[in-house]
């Protein structure tokens, strides 16, 4: 029996430096660990203190062991693509992390669980580095929304070619609406941001939704973790719209960034309350030529009604600024915001903590999203969809009667 196996069977025990060991059975007990002790020495026995620090050699060897029960499944073809993949991502080859955020956003089944294997061992990895950082998060990540027109594709590139020349390398992960009637997506975030995507210390990945809530795809934070494992150390969301679904994006990232585009009616009356709430930085864009005046005035308008929401942050209050991506004007400063954020953040501790619950609420969205699948595919549920949802929409049955129906076959039939 190795000594990870022994760990992992017996976690509570302890052998601790001078101690002696009067209860150990003997060789001839059945199950004997240590056969050649037995209990009738008057010798006094000692063994080496193993030191396994909480957080240190204890937690190395149970993700290792994870891993290696994650990989014990698999082939030989499988076992070769993830090493292929693995490698590949860490040594910051960009074919590899396409493959690997594809592989992620896969429906199959089997797909899926290789790609848990994936992210397993890259966030094994993660980890390392991190404590390599002396514990500092390796990436720092920017969530960016705002309504139609507001200038996002425009304003990342401007603003991912200066953070690539001063030697930032920046992953963009741009998320497009699916439509509801194909269920296809344009995906030409690429085709707007022409110049960046040239750009050797620059990656883009546009998403389809594929009808997420949110605008947030499933797998966003997975291909955040993959990005991180490959190098970039700034990663941008950029996501659909503005509502109340967009608190999703929010809780996979470091800093959420609102943009708004001057003239655009009554700015406080349309956009949502919640998500101004939930913004760390708000940004006016298109600051430039007859809209300056405009955006003055917004940012104005923004930074007193800013003063009247209930404050997050101990140590930081959400600021109003005024761009122009098309001249550069404020980009710079900008990142200065962003830069102060991320330190104040990091030496409070509030960062650390924030991405600790953020890792929570992946987990259980995760289990939610398994278990609408589970449930749906269930026996006892399967057949019965089709016939309830026509009563529902013919008025035979209330949604809420259906419903329990459903729940009332999946729970008693296992």
Known sequence: MTILSLLLRFPYY???RKTPFKSFPSASTPGSLFP???????????CIKWMLPPSGLKRRMYSQATIDQQTQG???????????????????????LAE?????????????????????KVLSYHREQEKLNKGKPLA????????PGAGKSTFIECFGKMLTERGHKVSVLAVDPSSSTSGGSLLGDKTRMTELSRDMNAYIRPSPTRGTLGGVTRTTKEAILLCEGGGYDIILVETVGVGQSEFAVADMVDMFVLLLPPAG???????????????DLVVVTKADGDLVVPARRIQAEYVSAMKLLRKRSKVWRPKVMRISAKTGEGISDLWDKMTEFRDLMLTSGELITKRQKQQKVWMWNLIQENML??????????????????????????????????????????
């Open 14 to 16: 302890r052998f601790l």
């Open 36 to 46: 050649y002790t037995p209990p009738y020495y008057s010798v006094r026995l000692y």
């Open 74 to 96: 698999l082939c030989d073809k499988e076992q070769r693509l993830l090493d292929k993949l693995y490698s590949g991502l860490i040594q910051g080859h960009r074919a590899c």
């Open 100 to 120: 690997a955020i594809t592989l992620v956003e896969s429906s199959q089944s089997r797909k899926k669980e290789l790609a848990q294997v994936l992210i397993q």
């Open 140 to 147: 720092f990540r920017v969530g960016l929304s705002g309504p």
């Open 265 to 279: 009616g009554d700015e406080l009356q349309g956009i949502k309350r919640g998500i101004i709430e939930m913004a």
């Open 373 to 414: 699948d589970h449930f749906r595919s269930h026996l006892a549920v399967r057949d019965k969809i089709p016939l309830l949802e026509q009563k529902v929409l013919s008025g035979v049955l209330a949604p809420g009667v259906a419903a329990d129906l459903l729940l009332k076959a999946f729970k008693d039939r296992p």
